[in-house]
């Protein structure tokens, strides 16, 4: 019965019941919204609103961005443009605890954002990327949360990263503000 109703799921598309308006400063400017996915990841949507709610990832940087692969941000505790640590920017979380997985078969592709976590599957906390193409080895290993349904051109716009890691140099762009919607 899951895999049917994973079936539906792929079919009809996951629901979205919340979103995101995030307005990004830097090398792109503009606002992007994300469709966050309630019935496939709740947990994940839980946190993730919780934690825009709180204000918390205003002013928060991309960190990590691959040209062809993705844009990670999501570093409540060392990401902040103003009072971070960018020499740690990508490895803390919010106050919150770690989430547990809740894989799905939606594919990365374009446009979907997934939540970011070390090499433990159940280690997802406030970071998250989105994709630039699709990445389908991701698949099965990390959680889909939504995807960007209006500001792609935002997101291609994004500052990218040097390196195999994909850090960025310098001045990064930066949510500058992250709003809950209905």
């Not at 740690?88 to 954002?113: C, H, Q």
């Not at 406030?126 to 290993?141: D, E, T």
Request: aromatic share 8%.
């Amino acid at each position: 019965m899951r895999n049917l109703a994973a079936a539906l799921v792929l079919l009809a598309g996951p629901a979205a019941a919340s979103g995101l308006d995030i307005t990004i400063a830097g090398e792109a400017n503009g606002t992007i919204h994300i469709d966050l996915f309630e019935d496939v990841a709740p947990l994940h949507v839980e946190q993730i609103t919780k934690i825009a709610n709180d204000g918390d990832y205003n002013g928060v940087v991309f960190h990590r961005v691959i040209d062809g692969f993705m844009a990670q941000t999501g570093d409540v505790k060392n990401g902040l443009l103003d009072g971070g640590n960018m020499a740690m920017a990508g490895t803390g979380g919010s106050d919150y605890g770690n989430i547990v997985a809740e894989f799905s078969d939606l594919p990365f592709e374009r446009g979907v954002v997934g939540m970011a976590r070390s090499g433990h599957p159940d280690s997802a906390n406030s970071q998250f990327f989105i994709m630039f193409a699709p990445g389908y080895f991701l698949n099965g290993q990390y959680t889909v949360v939504g995807e960007v349904t209006e500001g792609m051109d935002v997101v291609d716009a994004i500052k990218r990263g040097m390196g195999p890691n994909g850090s960025v140099i310098g001045q990064p762009d930066v949510m500058e503000t992250v709003v809950v919607t209905e």
